[in-house]
């Protein structure tokens, strides 16, 4: 069973770290729950404080991922049209891989302004550069969070299981 346990947290921690850059994948709490399938098995022990700790580091970045592309957007101008822009843009661009998930959310925010504001593109290009800016440092933020916990998770099966 400590087998099933360890195979099933490790995909999902693996599945974690692409999720943090596909906005269909909650990254973060995937990686969690590869965490607490481990503490789950009886040869690999976890600290409980561990689990609490990286649930509360998961919680907060998961918060932080909304909020932050939204700020980036208000902070240089931007309106909502410009964050729904950034989502949809981003799923286009997965499926225009590798430059439209780079370019995506910038002009789906881009053209979001302009579909508000069509007489400002100055203001338009501003508010998408926030919005991109903030979308780059929300999923940093996922990506480092979750490769954290793929090495820990991998730390902690090798050290006990093996």
């Known amino acids: ?8 947290g490790l995909i999902c ?5 692409f999720g943090s850059f ?8 995937l990686s969690w729950v590869g965490l607490l399938l481990l503490y789950f098995t009886e040869k690999i022990t ?8 990286t ?17 980036g957007t208000k902070r240089f101008g931007g309106t909502k049209y410009g964050i ?4 949809i843009g981003l799923i286009i661009g997965l499926f225009v891989p590798p430059l439209g998930f780079i370019l995506g959310p910038f002009l789906g925010a881009f053209i979001g302004e302009l579909l508000y504001n069509s007489n400002d593109k100055d203001a338009a ?9 903030g979308f780059l440092i929300s999923n940093f933020m996922k ?19 093996c």
């Open 22 to 29: 596909l906005p269909v994948l909650p990254g973060p709490m």
């Open 125 to 133: 290009f501003k508010a998408a550069m926030g919005s991109f800016i």
């Open 46 to 53: 976890i600290n409980y404080w561990v689990l609490g700790l």
């Open 13 to 17: 921690c693996v599945v974690a770290v």
């Open 1 to 8: 069973m400590d087998t099933i346990l360890i195979i099933l």
């Open 55 to 71: 649930l509360l580091l998961s919680l907060l970045i998961t918060v932080l991922d909304y909020v932050i592309p939204a700020q």
């Open 84 to 87: 729904w822009g950034t989502n």
């Open 143 to 161: 990506f480092v969070l979750c490769l954290s916990f793929l090495i820990l998770f991998i730390y902690l099966a090798f050290k006990y299981y």
